[in-house]
């Protein structure tokens, strides 16, 4: 309702246009909330796009590369497209974990070490070797999968690693805090509901049990409550009951039928380093995945424009 008929039409338009539209450098330099403002109008920028480009980026929210909202809405719609390679959704029997047990399992079969609770320190910038508690360990190579500003610490301080240092340094981030709970409660019909209230203190609104079926949960409902906001910022301050208490107070407005008393399970988690700011100059501050360093690469998120 508070986006009038033509925005909707507006609106409907431009995703029609973003679907079929192959090429993205021309968005590269321009801001998805400035160039969805001019395609879509006012009325669908403040009910629509406004919140959520400040619900997933915070007070970055219109610096934002409109080649990145772009591949969203032009990989979305043509993952639905009629004949083409429709977007199929699922979990894994037992969640992720069950991957990672099955990794394990298998390095494990091959004679490969794992080293779990283990700090690396420092990569040397003379051998292929890092300090992990101390000890310089040699590697044949290292693929390191942490954000960044990590890896940027444990470079060593020469010419060769400055510049790529600087780069990933460079890299800003916001951080995600999630709420999953469990209730013999069903709430709404939804398996995911974006929030577009200004004043929502979180983005999203998941019914795992709306994708898949209550039985492979023990027969329980779990939900998920989920926000990015700033590390320093005062909603990662809060206690877990504290953010319990915000989010499920706001709850209600969504589901009125909502009672926390018949919650029987809650877990909060929070990851500093999320959501990198993909601004209109990121491109250019993508880091490579060789690092300056012979054997020591890079791969995560913030490659991924």
């Not at 004949?83 to 990794?103: D, N, P, Q, S, T």
């Not at 910022?233 to 709850?251: P, Q, R, V």
């Not at 018949?262 to 993909?278: D, G, L, M, N, S």
């Amino acid at each position: 309702k508070p986006c009038g008929l033509a925005g909707r039409l507006r609106m409907g338009l431009v995703a029609l246009y973003l679907k079929h539209k192959r090429n993205w450098r021309g968005f590269t330099n321009r801001t998805a909330h400035e160039w969805m403002r001019n395609a879509c109008g006012a009325d669908a920028m403040e009910a629509v796009w406004t919140p959520l480009l400040k619900g997933k980026f915070d007070g970055y929210f219109d610096s934002v590369s409109m080649a990145w909202l772009w591949a969203r809405i032009h990989t979305r719609a043509n993952s639905r497209a009629p004949g083409g390679g429709r977007e199929k959704l699922g979990y894994f029997r037992g969640g992720f974990a069950e991957v990672v047990r099955r990794l394990e399992s298998e390095l494990r079969r091959r004679n490969v070490g794992i080293q779990t609770s283990a700090a690396v320190e420092a990569f040397s910038p003379n051998d292929r070797s890092a300090r992990i508690q101390g000890r310089w360990t040699p590697f044949d190579y290292c693929l390191f999968t942490g954000p960044s500003p990590a890896l940027a610490k444990l470079l060593p301080a020469n010419p060769s690693c400055d510049e790529y240092s600087r780069r990933l340094q460079s890299i800003e981030y916001l951080g995600a805090i999630c709420l999953v709970f469990v209730s013999d409660q069903n709430l709404g019909n939804y398996y995911w509901l974006n929030v577009n209230e200004p004043d929502a203190p979180f983005l999203v609104f998941l019914n795992h049990t709306r994708f898949i079926d209550k039985s492979w949960y023990q027969s329980k409902y779990v939900y998920y409550l989920g926000a990015y906001r700033p590390p320093e910022g005062e909603l990662f301050s809060l206690s877990d009951d504290a953010l319990t208490k915000l989010w499920w107070d706001y709850l209600p407005r969504i589901v009125p039928e909502f009672d926390p008393a018949r919650v029987t399970e809650r877990h909060v988690f929070r990851f500093k380093a999320a959501q990198h700011i993909v601004d209109t100059q990121y491109q250019a501050r993508i880091p490579a995945y060789q690092t300056p360093l012979p054997g020591l690469f890079l791969a995560n998120f913030s490659q991924i424009f």
